[in-house]
Nanobody, 128 residues
């Protein structure tokens, strides 16, 4: 069992930056694929970014590529999502998730159902 807790959301203006954190506890997150997803009101949950807990290749949705960056700090058992040049369309509840380590290699990292553990979410609101 892995528990995930997101933090760092808030209200910002377009063009600003935010860094989200995802703290993992319980069973070590080592060996998991970690993902970031977001869900705006009335929309389905969508993929944002994915990375292996041990680090390495990262994957991003086209809508955030070049603006967002995810990373892990194994010593702190925490994953981060650095969000720069934020846009109003980035407004959503952001979730972190953990799943089977083979998700990345299988190319299915963008499907929410592939992830077993989820955080409670943190709200990000970007005003224009």
């Amino acid at each position: 069992q892995v528990q995930l807790v997101e933090s760092g959301g808030g209200l910002v203006q377009a063009g600003d930056s935010l860094r989200l954190s995802c703290a993992a506890s319980g069973r070590t997150a080592s060996g998991y694929t970690m993902g970031w997803f977001r869900q705006a009101p009335g929309k389905e949950r969508e993929f944002v970014a994915a990375v292996s807990w041990s680090g390495g290749t990262t994957y991003y949705a086209d809508s955030v590529k070049g603006r967002f960056a995810t990373s892990t700090d194994k010593a702190k058992n925490t994953m981060y999502l650095q969000m720069d040049s934020l846009k109003p369309e980035d407004t959503a509840v952001y979730y972190c998730a953990a799943g089977w380590e083979g998700i990345l290699d299988s190319g299915t990292y963008y499907y929410p159902y592939k992830y077993r553990y989820w955080g409670q979410g943190t709200q990000v609101t970007v005003s224009s």
